[in-house]
């Protein structure tokens, strides 16, 4: 359910051209200000990375949780110096949530422009180690990777026709390319299932919604750092950087 709606004193009634200029103005892009995102799984790390970048540009962003509610709150305070926030709290393995999430989002907002699907979970595991993992390891992964992002593009998709054009970035990653790497052998296919479902789905939605896929490898923070270990995670940390 929404934790906190956009009140009157949060919200940005300015035109989308005083946006784009206020955005201009940082030296940033200009062609979001005045739209709406959903970033799932935007309480840290990536997601509120997205959600506040779309916020210096001008896009309104719901902020998506399913425990971290306190870290939610603090990236809807940052993106409020710029744009209207709505913090929600959707377990985004489930599809009610995802029906929930979306319909919380227009009544507050009144459209969906973009949509990041950056939610995501795994089980550390060496890919040797089948005994490591269980079908129910799979399925778990699978439901949060891959078909979570299905059911929030399946929901999101008449509101971004209702406005002529929409957005979709799928957060997948480098596993679900190069098949030898990533946490375990449930997260790499789960991410290579969500490119194919990314390529699959830019041909039937688009022109007019138009989806791609991030595939970002290591991602400095402190989920990697518990998965692989201090030491391994302090060599990761040498490796060049995508700038």
Not at 104 to 118: F, K, M, Q, T, W
Not at 144 to 150: I, K, P
Not at 173 to 189: F, R, W
Request: hydrophobic share 40%; glycine share 8%; aromatic share 4%.
């Amino acid at each position: 359910m929404a934790e906190q709606k956009v009140g009157e004193e949060q919200r940005d009634t300015r035109h989308p051209s005083l946006k784009r200029k206020a955005t201009a103005a940082l030296g940033l892009d200009t062609s979001l200000a005045g739209l709406v995102a959903i970033v799932t799984g935007s309480s840290t790390g990536v997601g509120a990375a997205c959600a506040k970048d779309l916020a210096r540009r001008g896009c309104d962003v719901v902020i998506n949780y399913n425990n971290s509610k306190e870290a939610a709150e603090e990236v809807a305070t940052e993106c409020r110096k710029w744009v209207r926030a709505l913090v929600v709290q959707a377990d985004v393995s489930s599809e009610a949530d995802c029906r929930r999430l979306v319909e919380e989002a227009v009544a507050s907002l009144g459209r969906i422009d973009l949509l990041v699907n950056n939610a995501g979970t795994t089980k550390f595991c060496p890919h040797a180690d089948l005994d490591g993992l269980t079908g129910e390891d799979f399925t778990r992964i699978y439901q949060t990777n891959t078909v979570s992002a299905f059911n929030m593009i399946k929901f999101c998709a008449p509101h971004m026709r209702s406005t002529g054009s929409g957005r979709v970035v799928n957060v997948a990653s480098h596993a679900g390319v190069y098949h030898t790497i990533g946490s375990s052998l449930a997260y790499m296919t789960s991410k290579a299932a969500l490119v194919a479902l990314t390529k699959a789905l830019a041909k039937v939605l688009g022109p007019a919604i138009r989806v791609n896929a991030l595939c970002p490898g290591f991602i400095e923070g402190e989920w990697l750092k518990k998965g692989i270990g201090e030491e391994r995670y302090n060599s990761v940390k040498g490796l060049p950087r995508a700038p």
